[in-house]
């Protein structure tokens, strides 16, 4: 599985972005996925999380009520949409797939940048 994250980009704070992460391949479907962020100088951490099915998501409180995930499987595509965000929000955002453990994943994509400035 290969994929591809996209629509990162510089905002002011309080604005919005959406960003997407392609998939290829034909078992897009029976994977769980995940948005991970690492701002410059610090670890990667944990964003969201979606189920398979889309049904399921998990989030970190950092995003809580701003972000929100959601995949559409016809299309192999996740997405992140960003809200209300914060210059505590810059960082490469990347997407995964297939959980093989608690937050750990099989597959990465490259990240896509978000820079928010105050």
């Known amino acids: 599985v290969q994929l591809q994250a996209s629509g990162g980009g510089l905002v002011q704070a309080g604005g919005s972005l959406k960003l997407s992460c392609e998939a290829s391949?034909?078992?897009?479907?029976?994977?769980?996925m995940a948005w991970f962020r690492q701002a410059p100088g610090k670890d990667r951490e944990f964003v969201m999380s979606?189920?398979?099915?889309?049904?399921?998501?998990g989030y970190a409180d950092s995003v809580k009520g701003r972000f929100t995930i959601s995949r559409d499987n016809a299309k192999n595509t996740m997405y992140l949409q960003v809200n209300s965000l914060k210059p505590e929000d810059t960082a490469d955002y990347y997407c995964?797939?297939?959980?093989?453990?608690?937050?750990?994943?099989?597959?990465w994509g490259k990240g896509t940048l978000v820079t928010v400035s105050s």
């Open positions: 979606i189920s398979s099915s889309g049904v399921t998501t």
């Open positions: 995964a797939a297939q959980r093989i453990g608690i937050l750990k994943y099989k597959f």
């Open positions: 391949g034909h078992t897009f479907s029976t994977y769980d």
